[in-house]
């Protein structure tokens, strides 16, 4: 239950330190929006690239090749780079920002698709240092999922 056997701790140092490398260049390849803000894709890919290298740490059927080759990363990078270069395509991977109160008036509607609270906004406000919705031009739920104070 504890322990094994000594191959079983060798095979997760070598490989965990591979793995641990091959991250590294991945994200140092793939550029600084991999580690940015993300929007929901960008942390669906985050969270798959860390599930498929704990499968290749821990499971001796999973080489470390197939691990690294699952592309996740690179297959971010070439949607990234599609999106920067069409319209559809980003429309497809990013939400929009959503105005959720303008002139100082909550648009309860669009709260209500975008399931965002009044308490939400007020805490919004309060880390913008605003007392209140009166000398706010526009709140907007951003495409990570921050509230922009206006």
């Given at each position: 239950m504890f322990f094994h056997d000594w191959q079983g701790v060798l095979r997760v140092l070598l490989v965990g330190t591979?793995?641990?490398?091959?991250?590294?260049?991945?994200?140092?390849?793939s550029g600084k929006r991999?580690?940015?803000?993300?929007?929901?894709?960008?942390?669906?890919?985050?969270?798959?690239?860390g599930s498929t290298l704990a499968t290749v740490l821990l499971s001796g059927d999973v080489p470390l090749a197939e691990g690294v080759l699952a592309l996740l990363v690179g297959l971010q990078y070439a949607i990234t780079w599609l999106s920067v270069r069409s319209d559809r395509i980003q429309h497809v991977i990013k939400a929009e920002p959503t105005l959720l109160v303008r002139d100082g008036q909550l648009l309860r509607d669009a709260m209500r698709q975008?399931?965002?609270?009044?308490?939400?906004?007020?805490?919004?406000?309060?880390?913008?240092?605003?007392?209140?919705?009166?000398?706010?031009?526009?709140?907007?739920?951003?495409?990570?999922?921050?509230?922009?104070?206006?």
């Open positions: 591979m793995a641990y490398v091959a991250l590294i260049l991945m994200l140092r390849i991999t580690l940015s803000k993300m929007n929901a894709f960008d942390l669906i890919v985050t969270v798959a690239l975008q399931r965002v609270t009044v308490e939400e906004i007020e805490a919004a406000l309060r880390q913008s240092g605003r007392e209140g919705l009166t000398d706010v031009k526009a709140v907007i739920l951003e495409t990570d999922g921050t509230l922009a104070v206006v």
